[in-house]
């Protein structure tokens, strides 16, 4: 089995900072990618930053240059420090990673999410 525990959420005010933390366990051969998802009220889940085995980055558009995606192998864990939130942040944030387990299954796998609030 493998499991995605994300956390960091919490409450901030408008033009604070957060650090996410996403760290996967369990039966793991390799990990291709890992990222950040979010969900607000009455909106689908949208791509927020992705990293892939090797370094490369891809953020949406509307984060580019206010948050940063980081992973940290040893650990199978990543990051994503947000900085200059806005209210419209808001949202609950989901880790995902593309996982090959040790009995050879390759799937997408979800943390439980953690909510950010960014209000005033």
């Known amino acids: 089995q493998v499991q995605l525990v994300d956390s960091g959420g919490g409450l901030v005010q408008p033009g604070g900072s957060l650090r996410l933390s996403c760290a996967a366990s369990?039966?793991?051969?390799?990990?291709?990618?890992m990222g950040w998802y979010r969900q607000a009220p009455g909106k689908e889940r949208e791509l927020v930053a992705t990293i892939i085995r090797g370094g490369s980055t891809r953020y949406a558009d509307s984060v580019k240059g206010r948050f940063t995606i980081s992973g940290d192998n040893a650990k199978n864990t990543v990051y994503l420090q947000m900085n200059s939130l806005k209210p419209e942040d808001t949202a609950v944030y989901y880790c995902n990673a593309d996982i090959s387990t040790s009995v050879g299954r390759r799937g997408a796998y979800w943390g439980q999410g953690t909510q950010v609030t960014v209000s005033s």
């Open positions: 369990g039966s793991i051969r390799s990990i291709y990618a």
